[in-house]
């Protein structure tokens, strides 16, 4: 991995894996890029207690995201399961640390997308993806969802939204992602990338 190119940052919470193997895709989906990397970063829990700590590096999967993470990415794929139709704790706890970043106006012209996964079909994936995005506007980013030139979007029977990946991991949150749920996951991640070259670009020319 090298120090000097541009990285996309996938920021994600998982507990049972499902949200993890998206951003792995997405991340596929960015490396698939030339001239950009991937930056898998996950989120600890969050704890009832406040005298509860955790690790500072996990025992398993990517490591926790930093704020220096955040600042310097050149975009962002920010991942969640669906929680009550929305993104989970650990992650919002998160982006609620990132007032010095806004006020800096850090994240301005970056392109950012949203991805999820659920339990049920109609388990609120959209709901989920639109309540992301919400604070990803107020940071400045530019968001991007999936066109319906990804053809899956219109023949999957499982996840895939145009306003991001999304999987059905069943009753059980044991479904794997399906060939479209993956497809879609690897475009957005690809797209991702593309902006946030074009965007960086963009910046430099403007600064
Ligand atoms: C507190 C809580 C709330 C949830 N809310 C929803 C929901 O609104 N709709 C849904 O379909 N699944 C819901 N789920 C299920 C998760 O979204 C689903 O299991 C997801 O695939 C887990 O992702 P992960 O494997 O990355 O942890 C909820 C789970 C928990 C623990």
Not at 2 to 15: K, T
Not at 25 to 30: S, W
Not at 170 to 186: N, T, W
Request: hydrophobic content about 40%.
């Amino acid at each position: 991995m090298s120090a000097s190119l541009p990285y996309v940052l996938i920021l994600y919470y998982s507990r049972h894996g499902a949200t993890c193997a998206m951003a792995e895709r997405l991340a596929a989906g960015v490396e698939s890029v030339r001239g950009v990397e991937a930056r898998l970063r996950t989120v600890p829990p969050v704890s009832p207690t406040c005298e509860a700590v955790d690790p500072e590096i996990p025992e398993e999967g990517a490591i926790y995201a930093s704020l220096d993470d955040l600042r310097h990415c050149a975009g962002l794929a920010i991942g969640s399961p669906t929680r009550f139709g929305n993104m989970a704790a650990p992650l919002k706890h998160f982006l609620d640390g990132t007032s010095e970043l806004w006020l800096g106006g850090a994240l301005i012209d970056r392109p950012a997308t949203a991805f999820t996964s659920t339990s049920s079909l109609h388990g609120g994936q959209e709901a989920t993806l639109l309540t992301m995005l919400v604070p990803l506007l107020h940071h400045g980013m530019v968001y991007a969802g999936l066109p319906y030139s990804e053809t899956e979007l219109m023949a999957t029977t499982g996840g895939g939204t145009p306003y991001g990946a999304s999987h059905l991991a069943g009753k059980r949150s044991d479904r794997p992602l399906d060939d479209e749920e993956r497809s879609l996951a690897h475009a957005q991640g690809r797209r991702l990338a593309r902006l946030a070259l074009a965007l960086a670009a963009m910046r430099e020319e403007s600064a």
